[in-house]
């Protein structure tokens, strides 16, 4: 098996880096004639995977947290070879997307399980937007856009600069109550397959999936990578105590039930903001688009071993 790997090689840091290099040990003993290529700026994995999509490869592997990871699927879907098979190296801050699969810790038995693991086909997520002069946008996503608090919490875990004391989901995890207690809601509406379900003042509105995020916070458990519908959560708590409570809960789903969060399985989702000056996006750990948006659910669009 050929095998092409697009490699971040600042995703997760120090600790990314400490887990490259047992995994490059383990891939080279079951793939030796594995080829690296590292990315070197932001955009650079889409840019590689495009290309590496109409190489003479078997996979891509992708080494890194939950933005390259998106950056990869993207260009690959963009490319005139979407496709392509991809795996997965779990290196990075967040490595969410990653959670839906059960995949071996261990490097040795990650290389066989990918070696062996036959090929399948799961959903990805297809973004429209427009940018500042009115022009279209599109971008593929693989785990969960969203809109509000997420935002803001992404915008200060990724802010350049910042020393990274803190990584993994502890970082996550303290961005996000400070993010909470500096909150004040946002105004948007939400439009699921065509129908409005909210209008108004809300925390947040997460389109999955996948079903976690912001470091191991299980979102929308309801979520199913392979079943060709996206799960929408909508989260209209718009008091500081009720948002760190539900805070608590998240990563074991305990905000299930909460009588101000609502679930909707949908194909098409639109967010539109009532004050576009209060409109912070997520996208797979990265904010690559500003302003509303449509998303669609692309059914059995990526093509992984996992």
Not at 12 to 30: D, H, I, M, N, V
Not at 132 to 148: D, K, L, Y
Not at 150 to 159: C, F, M, P, Q, R
Request: glycine residues 12%; hydrophobic residues 45%.
């Amino acid at each position: 098996m050929r095998i092409a790997v697009v490699r971040n090689p600042v995703a997760g840091g120090r600790s990314g880096r400490k887990q490259w290099t047992p995994l490059l040990a383990a891939f080279r003993a079951r793939f030796p004639d594995l080829e690296i290529h590292e990315s070197r700026s932001g955009g650079d994995a889409r840019k590689l995977s495009r290309e590496l999509a109409l190489g003479p490869y078997d996979l891509v592997l992708v080494a890194g947290g939950d933005g390259t990871i998106s950056d990869v699927v993207d260009g690959v879907l963009g490319s005139s070879r979407p496709d392509m098979p991809l795996a997965f190296l779990p290196i990075g801050t967040g490595c969410d997307f990653i959670r839906n699969f059960n995949l071996p810790t261990d490097p040795m038995a990650l290389a066989e399980h990918i070696a062996s693991a036959p090929l399948r086909r799961i959903d990805a997520g297809l973004l429209i937007s427009r940018d500042a002069a009115g022009t279209e946008q599109r971008r593929h996503f693989v785990n969960i856009t969203s809109v509000g608090i997420s935002g803001e919490v992404i915008d200060a875990v990724n802010a350049p600069g910042r020393a990274r004391i803190l990584n993994g989901p502890l970082r996550f995890l303290v961005h996000s109550a400070l993010a909470i207690l500096r909150y004040s809601p946002y105004d948007f509406e939400v439009l699921v397959d065509g129908m409005l379900v909210h209008q108004g003042r809300l925390a947040l509105v997460a389109i999955a999936n996948g079903g976690w995020f912001g470091g191991g916070m299980h979102i929308t458990p309801g979520a199913d990578v392979a079943d060709g519908m996206f799960e929408v959560a909508v989260m209209r708590e718009e008091k500081v105590i009720g948002l760190l409570k539900l805070l608590a809960r998240l990563h074991k789903a305990g905000h299930v039930g909460h009588p101000l969060l609502s679930f909707h399985k949908a194909r098409r989702v639109e967010v539109r903001p009532r004050d576009p000056s209060r409109f912070p996006v997520d996208v797979d750990g990265e904010a690559p688009i500003r302003g509303g948006f449509v998303a669609e659910i692309l059914p059995g669009a990526l093509t992984v071993r996992t």
